[in-house]
């Protein structure tokens, strides 16, 4: 059975740019959360998405966004790129939405490594 | 806010010998709690949750937690390290409001 799946592996923009990251669950799952991980740190929580709604969001700034479609999977947004944003961004699925034991169990991607120059 | 404390940023056990690994975390209401491992360029793989019911909790791979509600811990223990258990451990906890949050992570090196 397939993993959570991340593309691209690795990205490289420029200050300004604009990306998209793409995950795709593990088939059934139909909660995915994204979140950032800076080299040397723990990953720090960007969003939640059960059925297509948005369920919780951490401390970012609005230049990040995401959306996910009704297969499920999802893309992650990030507006206006700056040095800061360059880590290694994680995709984890799980059954069901976080707040909803045991179906929150996360499943993590490889992850994108986004380098902002 | 909710936050997590990993004590220690790296950790040398030898092979054989006991592993502890420290997480403290600050909530008024028990959340759920994780623990996390993750191998060098990969991601991240649950080693064992603590939701409700009984407070120690095995995981995968050997390893187990004890959630103390006095102690606001929940500290990852191994009987016997092997070479195999050398990465970065992040212990997590989500609280009531659907947020996630891990620790700064641990490295643990096993010395043969």
């Known amino acids: 059975d397939a993993g959570v799946t991340q593309s691209p592996t690795h990205l490289i923009k420029t200050r300004g740019q604009h990306v998209t990251l793409r995950c795709s669950p593990i088939?059934?799952?139909?909660?995915v959360s994204w979140y950032q991980q800076v080299l040397g740190q723990g990953p720090q929580f960007i969003f939640q998405y059960y059925e297509k709604e948005e369920r919780g969001r951490g401390n970012f700034p609005d230049r990040f966004s995401a959306r996910q479609f009704p297969n499920y999977s999802s893309e992650l947004n990030v507006n206006a790129l700056l040095l800061g944003d360059s880590a290694l961004y994680l995709c984890?699925?799980?059954?069901?939405?976080?707040?909803?034991?045991?179906?929150?169990?996360?499943?993590f991607g490889p992850g994108t490594r986004l380098t902002v120059l | 806010a909710q936050s997590v404390t990993q004590l220690g940023s790296h950790v040398s056990v030898s092979e054989g010998a006991l592993v502890l690994l420290r997480c403290n975390y600050s909530?008024?209401?028990?959340?759920?709690l994780f623990w996390y491992v993750q191998y060098p360029n990969q991601g991240l793989q649950l080693l064992l949750k603590y939701t409700t019911g009984a407070t120690l909790v095995k995981g995968i791979n050997g390893f187990e937690a004890e959630f103390k509600k006095s102690e606001t811990s929940f500290h990852l223990t191994k009987p016997s390290a092997h070479m195999s258990d050398a990465a970065e451990y992040f212990c997590?906890?989500?609280?009531?409001?659907?947020?996630?949050?891990f620790g700064t992570g641990t490295s643990l090196t096993v010395i043969p």
């Open positions: 909530s008024s209401v028990p959340p759920y």
């Open positions: 088939s059934g799952h139909k909660s």
């Open positions: 997590a906890v989500m609280n009531t409001g659907n947020q996630f949050y």
């Open positions: 984890a699925s799980s059954p069901g939405p976080m707040d909803r034991a045991p179906y929150n169990e996360q499943f």
